[in-house]
């Protein structure tokens, strides 16, 4: 999208803004090594259409160029992960699925000119349904899914993680709480805290800590049998 506002009562409601082109790549700039990673993990908590999401794409799959060459199914296998590697939140449903929408085609325009003829219906299948599970709308202050009239649900945002487990073209998926995986990355204050739990959905029964550094661990809400990338829809 090139327009910075959509309107200036969704400005006035919901402060939002959309950032520039050229501010969303000298942004990308200062992490190109990243990007530069296929399956390096992106958060954008607040991603309205995807311009910052879009554009890490955009070098992400420029890296699955080089490194697929003319191989159709490394490009895929290689594309796939890709996508798997972004997240995003926004509190407008509009915006969410129009960020769904936008990183397929963009994906979708890019698998095109590389498969060409070997092109499937199945792994199109397969990056819609990592998107509907990778971009949620919801309140990224609250860390709650929201209603289609921007107002917190009881439920988490939960976010999928599409993961290489060791077996060639397989992708193994869990599920976690965006809020204990932030949680994670801080230092534990009082090991007690883990063990002095009592409310179902306090963040604590979350986590368990690591023998070795003491940090803080995710632990996951689900967890699902591999399966080969363009059989993903199957987890259900």
Known sequence: MTKQVKSKERVADHGEVFTAEREVKAMCDLVQDMCDQVDKTFLEPACGDGNFLA????RKLARVKKDAKSDATQWEWLSVRAVASLYG???????AEECRERLFKQWDKA????CKKNCN?????SVRYILSKNIVCGNALTMMCVDENQQDTDTYITFAEFKTCGRMYMLKRRDYRLDVLL???EKP????QLTMVSDEDN?????ETNPVTGDYMP???REYAPLHYRRLKENG
Not at 89 to 95: A, E, F, L, P, S
Not at 121 to 125: I, K, L, N, S, V
Not at 189 to 192: E, G, L, S
């Open 189 to 192: 204050k009082d090991q007690r």
């Open 111 to 114: 698998y095109k000119a590389a």
């Open 121 to 125: 219906d199945e792994t199109r299948e």
């Open 89 to 95: 939140v926004d509190i407008m449903q509009d915006n």
């Open 183 to 185: 949680k994670a990355n």
């Open 219 to 221: 632990k996951s809400l």
């Open 203 to 207: 963040i604590y029964n979350y986590l």
């Open 55 to 58: 554009e890490i794409l955009a």
